[in-house]
């Protein structure tokens, strides 16, 4: 390896994660795993003059506002019908996505 740390003799073997339109908290933790594997830059994780914590807000924020009501209406209706930790999980995952 050269001495420019954007040169990487190894890349992992892994897939960047793609955005699902599944709770944003995931597809972010996700993201931050693929980018500590491949030791990726901070100035690298997004487009130019946008900070990475910004970027995450902003997406949770509209995400928040497109899919709120039905985020809602999930939780509203959330019954067990599998195991309890089917049901606690599914639970947690609306509750992150409400908050």
């Known amino acids: 390896m050269s001495g ?24 972010i933790k996700k993201c ?8 990726i830059l901070e100035c690298q994780k997004v487009k130019k ?12 924020d509209w995400l928040k506002e497109e899919l709120g009501g039905k985020i809602v209406e999930d939780f509203n209706r959330l019954q067990q019908v599998g195991s309890v930790d089917e049901y606690l999980d599914r639970f947690k995952e609306l509750k992150l996505m409400l908050l």
């Open 4 to 27: 420019d740390r954007n040169t990487f003799t190894f890349l992992p073997k892994i897939e960047f994660s793609t955005f699902g339109w599944i709770n944003p908290r995931i597809w």
């Open 32 to 39: 931050n795993r693929y980018f500590n594997l491949c030791k």
């Open 49 to 60: 003059n946008v900070e990475c914590n910004e970027f995450i807000v902003d997406v949770c």
